[in-house]
């Protein structure tokens, strides 16, 4: 049987450069798909940070020169491996991609004028790999492009390129669309006869994530649920009509964890590790997580964890708001990350005003984020929407329920008795039915009550811990999506 050979086009990926999930499916999803027994290599730009690693851990070598084309530079080819030992593609354009600060934007946060350019060339370069035209002889069977900034590559295979490899336009959250003035199509190489509603124009803008949505093959989505959500408003972010009539090719799949990173019992972040026979040192973890945030060690209070940007689509507004309730009766809560000013202001603030009950870190520390995972009683996880989410699957890893809003991925994560009628005995954590502060405290006011229940508290922890959020089974439903768009092609 023939080896599929995978091209996984991205802007990042872990450890070398990310932002947020899409650099951890970056880094986990080949490698998972490596030991599946496909053929995958990323596709990435050759940023500051990626060079620096790349040489750091072993050889790069130069592989291809791509000439200039339309409104974009000449671009080197660089080939290593990443950090797993999944082969890696770098695009090596030294005036585009050696800059400072983050992969979209300077150091202030202010987006790069010339994304349109950076993106719209790593998107070329791809589809050009995944071509006829490619200068490779390694050659893709499907090119695999994620979010807006490789979302340009389908439409580049379908007017222009010679077609070759099937095409996956993975969507990891449609709230980021790369939008630009239209008139740079020409300098993008966008014919003109995609400049029109049923092609990449978005409102009278060019729209990178339209294109990847209106000529792709199929559209993946990181978990079933945003695949059902984003075919309507809001989630469909303007796009809803343009999903729908798509619907027929699009598809969820729920993402997975790195279960070799996260695991209780091996964790060398945290005070003590433990599994499910040894639950009982987990509590050893909430007092070390106590005493690191300067709250009183009582192993009764009732202590809620959360690890979050600081924004309102997380529902950290949520958490705030309901404060003066959630910390009741001598509970607790421990909240790490950034985000907005008025965000990391009002956790300051609330440190202030219940120094012996909240306690915030505002900033990212991984071993404070694998400490939380585990000395918290519950993990608090309210976001308003959610296309997969990790934290509630660490979370249920490390024996703490979660309390989400039933959204996306943490939807389909997680399992309430509550809202899942006869099923107490499998149930993972806590789900709220809509994203406002009084379904947050009604929701921790029933986790308390369960809690409560040392035996059926224990029940619940361990049914988390059971679950399989390996990268293994989303990685076969990947596989077995690749295969079924090969086949297709070949007798189409």
């Known amino acids: 049987m023939k080896t599929l050979k995978i091209l996984f086009a991205t802007p990042e990926c872990a450890p070398w450069v990310k932002t947020g999930g899409l650099g951890e499916v970056s880094a986990d999803l080949p490698k998972a798909l490596c030991a599946q027994g496909l053929d995958a290599q990323v596709l990435m730009p050759a940023y500051d940070s990626v060079l620096q690693a790349a040489h750091a851990a072993g050889e790069v070598a130069p592989v291809a020169e791509l000439p200039a084309a339309h409104g974009f530079p000449a671009a080197r080819l660089l080939r290593t491996h990443l950090p797993s030992g999944v082969p890696a593609l770098l695009v090596d354009v030294p005036a585009l991609y050696r800059r400072d600060g983050g992969p979209y934007g300077d150091p202030s946060g202010r987006d790069h004028e010339d994304n349109a350019i950076r993106f719209g060339l790593l998107s070329h370069v791809a589809a050009r790999l995944a071509s006829s035209e490619s200068p490779l002889p390694w050659q893709p069977d499907v090119l695999h492009c994620n979010d807006w900034p490789t979302a340009l590559a389908p439409a580049y295979l379908a007017h222009g390129l010679q077609r070759r490899a099937a095409t996956v336009m993975g969507l990891h959250n449609m709230a980021f669309q790369g939008l630009f003035p239209l008139h740079l199509a020409g300098a993008l190489g966008l014919p003109d006869h995609l400049l029109h509603m049923e092609g990449v124009e978005f409102w009278g803008q ?69 599994d499910a026979v040894t639950l009982q040192r987990k509590r050893s973890n909430k007092l070390a997580l106590q005493r690191r945030m300067g709250l009183p060690e009582n192993p009764d209070a009732f202590l809620m964890g959360m690890v979050s940007r600081m924004t309102d689509q997380k529902g950290v507004d949520l958490v705030i708001a309901a404060l003066p309730e959630l910390l009741k009766d001598g509970a607790q809560v421990v909240a790490l990350g950034a985000g907005t000013p008025a965000m990391e202001t009002a956790w300051r603030e609330a440190t202030h005003v219940w120094p012996e009950q909240a306690a915030s870190f505002i900033g990212f520390d991984e071993s404070l984020a694998h400490l939380i995972e585990a000395g918290s009683d519950v993990f608090l996880m309210p976001s308003r929407f959610e296309p997969c989410g990790l934290n509630q699957m660490y979370s249920q890893r490390y024996g703490t329920p979660p309390v989400v809003h039933a959204t996306g991925g943490l939807a389909d994560a997680v399992l309430d008795a509550a809202s899942e009628p006869g099923q107490p005995s499998i149930s993972t954590g806590f789900k709220m039915n809509e994203p406002t502060a009084e379904a947050l405290i009604q929701t921790v006011r029933r986790a308390r009550e369960l809690y409560a229940d040392a035996d059926t508290w224990g029940t619940l922890c361990r049914n988390g811990m059971a679950k399989d959020f390996s990268w293994e089974g989303s990685a076969a439903a990947y596989a077995d999506l690749y295969a079924g768009l090969v086949a297709r092609r070949a007798v189409a």
């Open 206 to 274: 060019l729209s990178f994530l339209k294109a990847g949505i209106q000529y792709a093959d199929h559209i993946v989505t990181v978990s079933p649920t945003y695949a059902r959500e984003i075919v309507s408003e809001p989630l469909g972010c303007g796009l809803s009509g343009v999903l729908g009539n798509r619907r027929e090719v699009l598809s969820g799949i729920l993402n997975g964890i790195d279960t070799s990173v996260w695991d209780p019992a091996t964790d060398a972040h945290l005070h003590q590790t433990y």
